[in-house]
């Protein structure tokens, strides 16, 4: 009897669960090895039927992977993924640094796509392109004519093959073409670095990836790290990445052979994550900034940091991911991620917020406090919350999930004004406005006091309403983001970035930290 097709990727895929878990998650029970394939066969009985009798043809692809497999793994807890081909392939691209494109970052809105920023050594800035230019033509489709979505899945499409654009140049009426090829183009994951103040750097660092450290560490070099005074380190809206990456920053700042992390699992091995020699290392006092979207491997360096009394936590709670992932390749180039284990700060906290309804629904995972030398496997397993935890100079330390700062300082909240009028691009539209009447603006430029009266005109031309309760408050913001928009159109996003962090009142309220850091840091 010939096996249906179906069913072979059924099995197939079975036995590569069992061959990934025979290599991951020892055998630690009396369960028969085979029950997974009895299971799967189970379901390949269950999806032959269904594709015997339903009323119209199933498409086997979509039934299994975007049906029984992730919807098997979403029953687990949310960070269990299958990954498409497309997703496998974009993981190791972020997981390298790197993005098949042009290297551009743009401002988009219906209708229009202005350039913000383009990559040093990127097609895009081969080809001349820079701040301002406004793509008016994408393979001979007029910009003006698409909707949003439209626009967005065409500059999507365009990434991957060779393209021409309609390009006009700030103070030009004609576009000129360009024929752009895509290339691997280098992602930095310090995406803002400058000068706080006289002897203070910030650095933002986005992601956790292969190359981070060293960026850090050229960053810092680069300011002239000698006659730093100290870092503003933001980790606001690091969703994370690569462990080993966080635990190579972590190297920059601790001492050698420093502990950082513990990863442990019901049935994978302890594996301990400890600070090596740097090539450099940096001494200067350090504020962490971090916020609700600080997650995983950003939250690793930030406990570190702060359990080794390094640094000066700011900010709001962390989010709570502190689950070890393994990523496996599967047939026909796409790949799994499960949740394999967790991880555990050098005091013994879980970073894991509890998460009900899941496979993560314990009330805690928090380890007791550990004995100098001691890690995660040494603790017993029904530990709870209930343990004291604390830095290496005995300053409490709070767990049941995520990094509380030692310092509280509230984000930014908009109001539903602003909201609006940045989700449908009112200021850059502004800007753009201001620029063609007026001509290039300085980089000390200052908005004048009419500029404001001139943008509410121009909402009230377009029937916008402009509410009187939100006006009147938000003047010294909407004076902000109109200077950051001309920033950035005359003299590119990374000057923007600047101006926008230095008007942010939760990094200025965390930059004013560093006289108090020594006093801050002391056991209470």
């Not at 030009?172 to 706080?196: C, T, Y």
């Not at 496979?359 to 928090?366: C, Q």
Request: glycine residues 8%.
């Amino acid at each position: 009897m010939k096996i249906p097709d179906t069913v072979l990727r059924i099995l197939l895929f079975a036995a590569a669960l069992l061959l990934y878990a025979s290599q991951c998650f020892p055998q630690t029970s009396s369960e028969p090895p085979d029950d997974v394939a009895a299971q799967a066969s189970k379901f390949a009985t269950l999806l032959g039927a269904i594709e015997e009798h339903y009323v119209e043809p199933v498409d086997p692809d979509h039934a299994i992977f975007d049906g029984g497999i992730r919807g098997m793994l979403s029953a687990l807890d949310p960070f269990c993924a299958f990954l498409d081909r497309d997703q496998f392939e974009l993981l190791k691209q972020q997981a390298r640094g790197e993005a098949l494109g042009f290297g551009s970052i743009l401002y988009v809105s219906p209708g229009k796509a202005v350039i913000l920023q383009t990559t040093e050594g990127s097609p895009s800035a081969r080809a001349g392109l820079g701040p301002g230019d406004d793509i008016v033509e994408i393979n001979g489709q007029r910009v003006s004519r698409l909707d949003f979505e439209s626009l967005i899945d065409l500059l999507k499409n365009s990434r991957s093959h060779p393209v021409r654009l309609g390009v006009i140049h700030p103070g030009r009426v004609v576009a000129q073409d360009f024929d752009l090829n895509p290339a691997e183009v280098a992602l930095p994951s310090v995406d803002k670095a400058f000068l706080w103040s006289p002897g203070v750097a910030y650095l933002h660092v986005s992601s956790f990836e292969a190359k981070t450290p060293q960026e850090i560490a050229g960053a810092l070099d680069r300011l002239d790290a000698p006659r730093l005074k100290g870092l503003l380190l933001d980790l606001r809206d690091n969703h994370g990445g690569m462990v080993d990456a966080a635990v190579g920053a972590a190297s920059l700042f601790l001492q050698p052979d420093a502990l950082v992390l513990t990863t442990y699992g019901r049935a994978m091995p302890e594996k301990v994550y400890r600070t090596s020699p740097p090539s450099h290392r940096y001494d200067l006092p350090i504020v962490v900034l971090v916020n609700s979207n600080t997650a995983s491997a950003a939250e690793v360096l930030a406990a570190a940091l702060q359990e080794h009394d390094r640094a000066l936590i700011a900010g709001e709670p962390t989010y709570g991911k502190g689950v070890v992932q393994s990523v496996m390749e599967l047939s026909e180039q796409t790949g799994l991620a499960l949740t394999a284990g967790q991880y555990f700060t050098p005091s013994g906290r879980s970073i894991q917020r509890p998460l009900p309804g899941t496979g993560l629904t314990f009330a805690s995972l928090d380890q007791p406090a550990l004995p100098k030398g001691k890690t995660a496997k040494d603790a017993s397993p029904g530990a709870t919350a209930a343990r004291a935890f604390h830095t290496d100079d005995g300053r409490p330390v709070t767990s049941g999930g995520g990094i509380t700062p030692d310092v509280a300082i509230p984000g930014l909240t908009l109001d539903p004004w602003l909201t609006f009028l940045n989700q449908r691009g009112y200021l850059t539209g502004f800007a753009e406005e201001y620029l063609s009447t007026h001509g290039e603006v300085a980089e000390s430029f200052e908005p004048p006091p009419d500029m404001l009266a001139d943008f509410r005109a121009g909402l009230e031309r377009n029937h916008v309403r402009v509410p009187e309760e939100y006006w009147s408050v938000d003047q010294d913001y909407l004076k902000l983001r109109l200077k950051v928009e001309l920033t950035n159109l005359v003299f590119g996003l990374t000057r923007g970035d600047e101006l926008e962090t230095k008007g942010d009142p939760q990094a200025q309220q965390a930059a004013s930290l560093f006289p108090r850091i020594a006093q801050l840091l002391k056991r209470h």
